[in-house]
């Protein structure tokens, strides 16, 4: 087994060109040993550059990379240590399985009794062993990536990368290798820098995501400190399916509680700023919306515009009463609820649910009480599974 | 009544499909309005292709069995007797030795060099200058060989020329190119693979920009070595091209005979020398029936060139049917 690595990304930068915005701005990111982190974040937010600096397939603009503390900027992906594995599987084409995980053994030189030993090891260990002497074209999409992922493996490598690996393979597949990705990692332990936009695979398979966005790092965390506590408007939006419906509304105090224009109401204690009056941006998750009123909860008074029925439970789609409040949301309702399209529905949420973000930046206005320990225990366990 | 209606013909409008449908032929028909259409668009470039190229061509197989002049058409039947004559011809035989030398050395210099020349344009160059160096480079293969030609005999002359300057500037002695047997056909040789390594070079760079950017760098986070990456990467993969590149090399090669007509005074009546040293096949074919009027002996020669490019295509595609790629 390899010497697992651990990596840093000092303000890391990168730009294709002169004339060209940065692909990856100061980027700063620790991984541990053994660690698993996905890179999650939508088309040209800049996480596979961020891959490919690590790898060693681009060199920084600015900023420093390091492995186990020693800077490897100049050093080629060859001498880091990586084994990558790429989106389109990119597996030679003309060589058999076999000569596909042999290749990188024997272009370092190992003996050819050592090269067969390992390769039979890692084609056993992916349940390739009867496939070795096929070529890519006659593999399915999911043997394929098996010989990806092992040819990745035969080199002992100290990290893993991996640069949406799943992405061509259809729903059950990829579902299927999601699982044995987890599985294998748990196994081998090797320190992995996993690219995806798919969060369903980011929740199952981190240890902590990374989300970003415009080449930045948006919030780096636990699956479950990113689904609960989001630090901006963006990541609230993007993690969840539906994301955390995010209402910018203007409030003022009236007694006890906070009036957010005639459809929004809370306990002022929970508000997070000082004042009368002001605007703030809500945010809270569609599954956290209920139909049953309790006092003491926020409270949202909204028209359905349409439901859908999703067998275990339905999603309505809801505008905000009031002429004003043009804001609309999604609230996921218990399967047997009766509500159609037209209705006005008067939803509640607890405080722990309810998040405030600031009207200028979108940064997290997270106080004590929203803070992940208040968050309802389970929900992170529930999403991987 | 209610009955009646039910009984008949359900009148359903599935719109414009339908309407379509009821409006299209009938499926044999259709079949055959297809098959027509199709004819329609080959026959232009088929017309072309039986006047000039079909019928000359199977017009020549039959005068080579005949006794054939331009003043009288061909009526004595001779069966192979033109092809016997030929094979006694010791300059025959000297032409073929010419051209198979001249394939033999230009085919891999092809090769190597329009592989070479293309891995240079696609490496080391960004987009924006590799399209001027890319038009440099095929530039001489769009410009007439005769005049090209004219040019390389200007810098093969032995006492004023180009190569000889450049050859005395390295202190090497000067060479008799054209006026000598030993390197006239190698000087013929340099001109074409200049005037032709654009087209190559091209064809090489389009086979290399199919080559997927991943596989390279997977292979150099293999550990591999640059070398190693061309040799078990990038040369396996464009084994189609080289493939190609040999096959229309061959036969430009077997049929190379402008640049050697220009080049060794065939504007003169004495192409294909010194002393028969670049009489090729297709300059003997030439000399043959156009200078010497002997029609019937030059088209035989033409049916035995046409067999030996055959020939030699039926082995390449045999030989790559076992080492190309084809992905």
């Known amino acids: 087994m390899a010497v697992l690595a651990s990596i840093r990304l000092d303000g890391v930068s990168k730009s294709y060109g002169k004339d060209h915005d940065r692909a990856v701005a100061d980027v700063d990111l620790s991984i541990a040993q053994g660690e698993f982190v996905v890179l999650l974040g939508p088309s040209g937010c800049g996480k596979t550059s961020t891959l490919r600096l690590i790898a060693g397939l681009e060199k920084p603009t600015a900023g420093s990379i390091s492995f186990d503390g020693t800077v490897v900027n100049e050093l080629p992906g060859s001498s880091r240590g990586v084994g990558m594995v790429f989106q389109n599987y990119a597996l030679y084409p003309h060589m058999t399985v076999f000569e596909n995980l042999a290749f990188g053994l024997r272009s370092r030189g190992v003996g050819k009794q050592e090269t067969a030993a390992r390769v039979a090891e890692v084609l056993e260990l992916l349940e390739l062993s009867e496939l070795a002497r096929r070529r890519p074209r006659e593999l399915s999409g999911g043997q394929r990536q098996r010989v990806a992922l092992g040819r990745a493996l035969v080199g002992r490598p100290s990290v893993f990368l991996m640069d949406e690996p799943l992405s061509n393979l259809d729903a059950n597949l990829r579902e299927q290798m999601r699982i044995e990705l987890g599985r294998l990692h748990g196994r081998l332990g090797i320190t992995t820098v996993y690219v995806t936009h798919d969060q369903g695979e980011a929740m199952t398979l981190a240890d902590r995501v990374v989300v970003m966005e415009g080449g930045r790092i948006r919030q780096v965390g636990t699956p479950k400190d990113i689904y609960n506590a989001p630090s901006d408007t963006f990541v609230a939006r993007f993690i969840g399916s539906p994301g955390m419906n995010v209402l910018a509304l203007p409030w003022r105090r009236d007694g006890e509680q906070v009036l957010c224009g005639e459809s929004v109401s809370f306990p002022a204690e929970w508000l997070p700023m000082g004042g009368e009056a002001g605007r703030v941006v809500l945010g809270i998750r569609p599954e956290q919306l209920s139909l049953a009123e309790v006092s003491g909860n926020a409270h949202f008074s909204c028209r359905v515009d349409v439901v859908e029925q999703l067998g275990s439970h339905q999603q309505a789609h809801l505008v905000l009463a009031g002429g004003q409040d043009a804001n609309r949301l999604v609230a996921r309702l218990s399967g047997d609820a009766a509500v159609s399209a037209g209705d006005t529905l008067k939803l509640s949420a607890s405080g722990g649910d309810l998040r405030f973000f600031d009207p200028d930046t979108g940064l997290s206005l997270a106080g004590e009480m929203w803070s992940a320990a208040a968050v309802p225990a389970g929900v992170g366990e529930m999403e991987r599974g | ?111 190597f060099l329009a592989l070479g020349v293309a891995l240079l344009l696609r490496e080391g160059l960004t987009a924006k200058r590799g399209g001027v160096f ?28 180009l190569a000889n300057y450049l050859l005395n500037l390295v202190h090497l002695p000067a060479l008799g190119w054209l006026e000598s047997t030993q390197w006239a056909l190698p000087a013929v040789m340099i001109d074409s693979l200049w005037h032709s390594l654009g087209l190559y ?115 390449q595609k045999w030989i790559s049917d076992k080492i190309v790629f084809y992905r």
């Open chain 2, 1 to 111: 009544m209610a009955l009646d209606l039910a009984l008949r013909e359900p009148r359903v409008d599935f719109g414009e499909v339908s309407r379509r449908r009821r409006l299209a032929l009938p499926p044999r028909l259709a079949a055959v309005q297809e098959k027509l259409v199709g004819y329609g668009l080959v026959l232009p470039a088929a017309a072309v292709f039986t006047v000039f190229f079909y019928i000359p061509a199977i017009y020549l197989l039959y005068i080579s069995f005949f006794h054939w002049s331009i003043l009288s058409p061909a009526t004595d039947f001779v069966g192979l007797k033109n092809f016997h004559t030929l094979f006694a011809q010791p300059l025959f035989w000297k032409s073929l030795l010419n051209s198979a030398y001249y394939t033999v050395v230009m085919i891999p210099a092809t090769v």
């Open chain 2, 134 to 161: 890319r038009a440099a480079v095929f530039l001489p293969h769009v410009t007439p060989v005769v005049a090209t030609s004219i040019i390389w005999v200007w810098i093969f002359n032995p006492h004023f020329g």
């Open chain 2, 201 to 315: 070079v091209i064809i090489f760079l389009a086979g290399l920009s199919r080559v997927p950017r991943e596989l390279l760098e997977v292979a150099s986070l293999d550990g591999a070595k640059r070398s190693r990456i061309f040799r078990r990467i990038v040369w396996p993969m464009i084994s189609p091209t080289t493939f190609f590149v040999v096959v229309l090399a061959t036969i430009n090669t077997w049929q190379a005979f402008s640049q050697i007509y220009t080049m060794t005074g065939g504007a003169h009546g004495g192409a294909g020398g010194p002393a028969f040293s670049t009489t090729t096949d297709a300059v003997l074919v030439y000399q043959t029936a156009f200078i010497y009027l002997h029609f019937s002996l030059g088209a035989a020669m033409s049916v035995v060139l046409f067999l030996i490019i055959l020939t030699l295509t039926g082995v």
